[in-house]
């Protein structure tokens, strides 16, 4: 009995955390907007920085690099901006979630960001879905590549945000 009772709780916890749905949500407090994936929170007692993880924005300014998925557009990237700032504003709770990997290689937290505690509005997702970015993967933090990657799609589809400019210049086919 006691060993069927531990196999479906097992179970049950492997189906949960592969389920794609926000959990172990810490509380935090947005206290600035530094960029839109990029933003200063309260976590641990400390102020921090957080970069949001599965995004990928434009750049306000133009650095030499190597990097693929660097995009240097500085009027996208300042509506972004002020999309975040609109969105979070100082002092509001946020609820900040991790994946594998907790910080970049600047130190920054790498976060999901979720609007509420129910960890039904992630602000990752929300940023894409208006189009103010692209998905970026890095693995090992993967946990909402889908859930990302269609919110994206969804943005393009529709001609949103940085995608409006490419649904307006493309021609429409004839039949």
């Known amino acids: 009995m006691k060993k069927s009772l531990f196999l479906g709780l097992v179970v049950c916890f492997t ?14 407090r947005v206290r600035r907007v530094i960029a839109g994936d990029v933003f200063k929170v309260e976590y641990a007692g400390a102020v921090v920085y957080a970069r949001l993880i599965g995004v990928n924005l434009p750049q306000e300014q ?31 709770k946020v609820y900040l979630e991790f994946d594998q990997k907790r910080r970049d290689s600047k130190g920054f937290l790498l976060v999901y960001l979720w609007l509420d505690k ?3 509005e992630m602000f990752n997702e929300l940023l894409l879905r208006e189009g103010y970015g692209q998905v970026l993967v890095r693995p090992p933090n993967v946990k909402y590549e889908k859930r990302l990657t269609d919110a994206c799609r969804e943005a393009q589809q529709v001609g949103r945000g940085l995608w409006e400019a490419a649904e307006k210049a493309s021609p429409k086919r004839q039949r």
Not at 15 to 28: C, R, Y
Not at 69 to 90: D, G, H, M, R, S
């Open 15 to 28: 189906l949960l955390a592969g389920s794609g749905q926000a959990n172990n949500l810490v509380e935090s």
């Open 118 to 120: 129910d960890g039904a």
């Open 62 to 92: 133009m650095k030499k690099t190597v990097d693929p998925a660097y995009i240097y557009n500085p009027e996208a990237a300042q509506k972004a901006k002020i999309f975040a700032v609109q969105k979070l504003t100082p002092a509001q």
